[in-house]
C-alpha cells in the first residue's frame, strides 16, 4: 500500500490518500472511526450492489446508508436535497462522519452535503472510478451542477482522508476506466513529460495492477503538489484545468442528447482542441499536437467531437457550435466575463490565464 500525504500550505489541513488493492476491508484500521458520533455512507445505484456490502460489513454497527440514482444526470439539487432530508432523518450532528463511495459525482455532492450540513461536518472519499481516483476524490472541490452548468454550485471542502482501493477498477465498465486515462493524461501534459511517455506507452488495459497502482499514485502525487500550493484555484491549480474549458462545454451540450460523453471522453476532445489552440497561438509546436492525438487515440478516448457520438452531424456549421460556445461563457473558470484557458507551451508544461478570440475557439471546433 502507498500513502500520499496532502498538507494545505495555507490551512495546514493535512490527510492521507492510501492507494492499494483489497484495503477496502482494513477501512477500521486505516482510520479512527471511534471519534465520530455517526457514520453515513453516501453511494448510488450502480455502486451499492458491488461494494456497498464490503463497506458495511468493514465498519461498526449501525451505520446508515443513502444510496442516489447513478450517473451526472443526478447531479441536480434535487438530489442533494434528498442528501440532506436523508442526513438530517439520520440525525447526523457536527461530530458525525459522511462516507462517500463512487465515482465523482458521489464524491462531489457528498463533500457539498457535508461541507454544508449543519455548517459543515467531517467527510472521508472513498473513490470507486478511476477518474475519481485520480482527480475528484483530491483537492477539496465539490458541489453539483446547476442551470446546465457543471459544478456550478460548490465550495472547496478537504475530506479528512481517501482511501483509493484499486480493486474497485475490476467491475468498472470498459468505458469508465479508459475515461480516467483522459486526466492521467492530463497530469503528464501539464507537468511531467517523462510521466506523460510512461502513461501512453501502452494502451489502458494492458497495465498490470502493479503498473496501475503506480501510475494512479504519480497521479495523486502531481494534482497534491498542485492543490497544496493553491487549494482554491487562484493561480497554479487552473493548469488541472487543461482541457476542460472547451471540454466541460462540450461535456455539457452532450448531456441534453440521446448519447451524453462521459467526462474524461469529453475532456479528451478538450485537450486535443486546446493543444489546437495552442498552436494557432503560437505557443505549441504542431509536432505536439500530432503526439498528443495519437496518445488520446491509442489510450481508447476520442479526440473528435463531430463523429463520436450521433448528436454530431456531418456539416461544418453544425448547430451544436453555438451552444458548445454558449456554454463557455458562463463557465464558471471565466473572469470578468473573459474565458480564461490553461495552454500547452510543450508536453510536460502548462501555462495558465490564457484568452482567446471566439474566432480561434470555432475554427478549432469546427476542425474535430
Ligand atoms: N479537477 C480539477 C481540480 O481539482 O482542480
Redesign the pocket.
Known amino acids: 500500500m502507498k500513502t500520499i500525504q496532502v498538507t494545505i500550505t495555507k490551512t495546514k489541513q493535512t490527510y492521507p490518500i492510501f492507494i492499494g488493492t483489497d484495503i477496502l476491508k482494513k477501512i477500521t484500521s486505516l482510520f479512527d472511526f471511534t471519534k465520530y458520533t455517526k457514520l453515513f455512507i453516501l453511494t448510488d445505484e450502480t455502486v451499492a450492489p458491488l461494494l456497498l456490502r464490503d463497506l458495511t460489513d468493514a465498519l461498526p454497527q449501525g451505520t446508515k446508508t443513502c444510496i442516489l440514482p447513478a450517473g451526472e444526470k443526478a447531479k441536480t439539487l434535487l438530489t442533494m436535497q434528498k442528501i440532506w432530508e436523508a442526513m438530517h432523518k439520520a440525525k447526523l450532528d457536527r461530530k458525525s462522519l459522511v462516507l462517500n463511495l463512487g465515482g465523482g459525482v458521489i464524491t462531489d455532492m457528498g463533500g457539498f452535503a457535508a461541507s454544508t450540513y449543519t455548517r459543515g461536518i467531517a467527510f472521508l472519499n472513498i473513490p470507486t472510478t478511476l477518474l475519481s481516483q485520480v482527480?475528484?476524490s483530491i483537492?477539496g472541490?465539490t458541489g453539483f451542477d446547476f442551470d446546465g452548468i457543471k459544478n456550478l454550485i460548490g465550495t472547496f471542502s478537504q475530506p479528512i482522508g481517501v482511501l483509493l482501493d484499486t480493486r474497485t477498477l475490476q467491475t468498472l465498465p470498459q468505458r469508465e476506466f479508459l475515461s480516467g486515462f483522459a486526466e492521467i493524461i492530463k497530469h503528464g501534459l501539464i507537468a511531467d513529460r517523462t510521466y506523460f511517455i510512461k502513461v501512453t506507452k501502452k494502451q489502458p488495459l494492458d497495465y498490470t495492477t502493479n503498473e496501475l497502482i503506480e501510475i494512479i499514485s504519480q497521479s495523486c502525487a502531481i494534482?497534491q503538489q498542485i492543490?497544496e500550493q493553491d487549494e482554491t484555484?487562484q493561480g497554479k491549480?487552473k493548469l488541472?484545468?487543461l482541457g476542460?474549458t472547451i471540454g466541460h462545454a462540450i461535456e455539457a451540450v452532450s448531456l441534453t442528447t440521446d448519447t451524453p460523453l462521459s467526462h474524461g471522453e469529453a475532456i479528451s476532445i478538450g485537450i486535443l482542441a486546446e493543444a489546437k489552440i495552442a498552436n494557432i497561438l503560437g505557443l505549441l509546436p504542431k509536432k505536439e499536437i500530432i503526439t498528443i492525438e495519437k496518445a488520446l487515440q491509442h489510450a481508447g478516448l476520442p479526440t473528435c467531437w463531430r463523429t463520436t457520438t450521433k448528436w454530431r452531424t456531418k456539416s461544418t456549421s453544425s448547430p451544436f457550435i453555438p451552444q458548445i460556445l454558449e456554454k463557455m461563457q458562463s463557465d464558471k473558470k471565466n473572469d470578468n466575463n473573459e474565458i480564461r484557458f490553461t495552454l500547452l507551451e510543450q508536453i510536460g508544461k502548462g501555462s495558465i490565464n490564457k484568452t482567446v478570440s471566439t474566432e480561434v475557439i470555432t475554427q478549432v471546433l469546427a476542425t474535430l
Open positions: 482527480d475528484a483537492g472541490k494534482k492543490i484555484e491549480r488541472l484545468n476542460h
